[in-house]
């Protein structure tokens, strides 16, 4: 369930995919799969999300996962 927890997440935090593609050094078609599900991001790239949604990368990861 990464993508819909990855949208969720830049949605409430306004950003623009290629906002958070810059960040992560990825393209925005990159991140756009991400968010769809076709690829999962990298260990560094999660990490990377995980801290800028202020999230563990567990929440990312686990959908069942409640903070």
């Known amino acids: 369930m990464i993508n819909i927890k990855s949208k969720k997440l830049r949605e409430e935090?306004?950003?623009t995919?290629?906002?958070l593609a810059?960040?992560?050094n990825v393209t925005r078609s990159t991140?756009?799969?991400y968010?769809?599900?076709k690829i999962l991001?990298?260990?560094q790239s999660l990490i990377?999300?995980?801290k800028i949604f202020g999230v563990l990368c567990d929440y990312i990861l686990?959908?069942?996962c409640v903070i």
């Open 13 to 15: 935090l306004g950003l």
């Open 17 to 19: 995919q290629k906002q």
């Open 22 to 24: 810059d960040y992560l």
């Open 31 to 33: 991140y756009s799969y």
């Open 35 to 37: 968010e769809t599900g």
């Open 41 to 43: 991001p990298s260990i």
């Open 48 to 50: 990377k999300l995980s």
């Open 62 to 64: 686990n959908e069942k």
